[in-house]
């Protein structure tokens, strides 16, 4: 059974830092790309970092660019988000998700854990 798990949330004042923490288990997740979601109340749900099997590729979209920084170890099979100059925009539920190498969709998410960013 594939299980990604999410720790690392929590409140923080704006400017502040996180560190969001992914385990994964029943899958190796050095055969698959992995991402970071998050969905606010009342939006849609939107990637804010990916990084593809082998490390050498990662994307950010202008929201979290240059404050968001996407890691692996597929030693350990987690997957890190380090947060950095939060925002109150950046308040959201942040979601772990897996998609196997060279495939579209991702296919495994995590449960999810809240960040809030207070102004």
């Known amino acids: 059974q594939v299980q990604l798990v999410e720790c690392g949330g929590g409140l923080v004042q704006a400017g502040g830092s996180l560190r969001l923490s992914c385990a994964a288990s029943g899958l190796e997740t050095r055969t698959y790309d992995m991402a970071w979601f998050r969905q606010a109340p009342g939006k849609e749900r939107e990637m804010v970092a990916s990084?593809?099997?082998?490390?050498?590729?990662?994307y950010y979209p202008d929201t979290v660019k240059g404050r968001f920084l996407i890691s692996r170890d597929n030693a350990k099979n987690t997957v890190a988000l380090q947060m950095n100059s939060l925002k109150p925009e950046d308040t959201a539920v942040y979601y772990c998700a897996a998609s196997f190498k060279f495939a579209t969709a991702y296919i495994y998410w995590g449960q999810g854990t809240q960040v809030t960013v207070s102004s």
């Open positions: 990084i593809n099997w082998s490390a050498t590729n990662t």
